[in-house]
């Protein structure tokens, strides 16, 4: 069955950085879309960012632009999110989830979307 398995989480200070892989097995991902979203505690699960099958359409959420990258290498089944300065609102479990609609048309922001997802990995930044 389909699995992602998150990575790279930990306590960093801020205006630090820190990179976040998702392991994707049991599925055929080179064709869908697979994003990334956060939680912190007491809030909503938010969209962070999203890259298309080929890796050449991306997408952010505003309150990370500029300072995240999303990226994915089909070939090794492996998203990932490059996370700088980075601030204490940025502090919550980063869920990684693929889409299973192939070849979506439209680029997905909510989690109702995507069907797979990650356990989740706890980012802390210290002020």
């Known amino acids: 069955q389909v699995q992602l398995v998150e990575s790279g989480g930990g306590l960093v200070q801020a205006g630090g950085s820190l990179r976040l892989s998702c392991a994707a097995s049991?599925?055929?991902?080179?064709?869908?879309?697979m994003g990334w979203f956060r939680q912190a505690p007491g809030k909503e699960r938010e969209f962070v960012a999203t890259?298309?099958?080929?890796?050449?359409?991306?997408y952010y959420a505003d309150s990370v632009k500029g300072r995240f990258t999303i990226s994915r290498d089909n070939a090794k089944n492996m998203e990932y999110l490059q996370m700088n300065s980075l601030i204490p609102e940025d502090t919550a479990v980063y869920y990684c989830?693929?889409?299973?609609?192939?070849?979506?048309?439209?680029?997905?922001?909510?989690?109702?979307?995507?069907?797979?997802w990650g356990q989740g990995t706890q980012v802390t930044v210290s002020s």
């Open positions: 989830a693929a889409d299973a609609q192939q070849y979506r048309p439209i680029v997905p922001r909510l989690s109702s979307q995507y069907a797979y």
């Open positions: 049991g599925g055929t991902f080179s064709r869908v879309y």
């Open positions: 890259i298309d099958w080929s890796g050449t359409t991306t």
